[in-house]
Each structure stands twice: as structure tokens, then as C-alpha cells.
Nanobody, 123 residues
Framework: QVQLVESGGGLVQPGGSLRLSCAAS????????MGWFRQAPGKERDFVAA????????TYADSVKGRFTISRNNAKNTVYLQMDSLKPEDTAVYYC????????????????WGQGTQVTVSS
């Protein structure tokens, strides 16, 4: 069992930055991939970024490449999402997820999910 808790969301102006954190607890050694997804009201859940927790290989959605950076601190069992140059279309609830598989973008193959943290980009 793995528990995930996101934090760091909030309100930011376009062009601003936020850093999201996802703290994992429980049997975290069984999780290989950690990812971030987001969902805006009335829209489908979208893949944002993922990282192999042990190797560090990263994958990004095209919409966030060059603006977002995913990273992790193995000792703290924490994954981060640094979001720069934020746009209004980035507004969504951001979810952290963990998978026992090597999949990165398919949310249906993640085993554990956090409760989400709201990110609002508005002037």
C-alpha cells in the first residue's frame, strides 16, 4: 500500500511559477514510476510528466515540455513538479500517481493516486 499527498498548489499569474510536491509513504519500494496528471473541470484527466523513481528517466507531455520539470528525492520519497512560465490553460487539479509498471502516460496503469492540489493560473 502506498499513500500519496500532494502540496504546493495555489493561485499564480500567467508567466509565474509553482512547485508541487508529492510525498509518498507506505510500501514505496514497489513503485517504479511516479507521475503527475491534471484535470480541469469538465475535461478528461491528462498526463503531465513522469519519472522512473530509481533511474531518473523523465517523460513530459508536449504541452509542458520546456516549462515543467519533474524530479525526485529518493531519501524523502518525494517527487516534485517545478512549473515555470505558467499559462491559464495549465489551470487544473494536479494529481500525483505511482505505478509498479514502467508505463508513464497511461493513467489507467497507475496503482495509487493522491487527492490532488489545485493550480490556478489567472491574472
Amino acid at each position: 500500500q502506498v499513500q500519496l499527498v500532494e502540496s504546493g498548489g495555489g493561485l499564480v499569474q500567467p508567466g509565474g511559477s509553482l512547485r508541487l510536491s508529492c510525498a509518498a509513504s507506505g510500501r514505496t519500494l514497489s513503485s517504479v514510476t511516479m507521475g503527475w496528471f491534471r484535470q480541469a473541470p469538465g475535461k478528461e484527466r491528462d498526463f503531465v510528466a513522469a519519472i522512473n523513481f530509481w533511474i531518473g528517466r523523465t517523460t513530459y507531455a508536449d504541452s509542458v515540455k520546456g516549462r515543467f520539470t519533474i524530479s525526485r528525492n529518493n531519501a524523502k520519497n518525494t517527487v516534485y513538479l517545478q512549473m515555470d512560465s505558467l499559462k491559464p490553460e495549465d489551470t487544473a487539479v494536479y494529481y500525483c500517481a505511482a505505478s509498479q509498471a514502467l508505463t508513464v502516460s497511461d493513467g489507467g496503469r497507475y496503482d495509487y493516486w493522491g487527492q490532488g492540489t489545485q493550480v490556478t493560473v489567472s491574472s
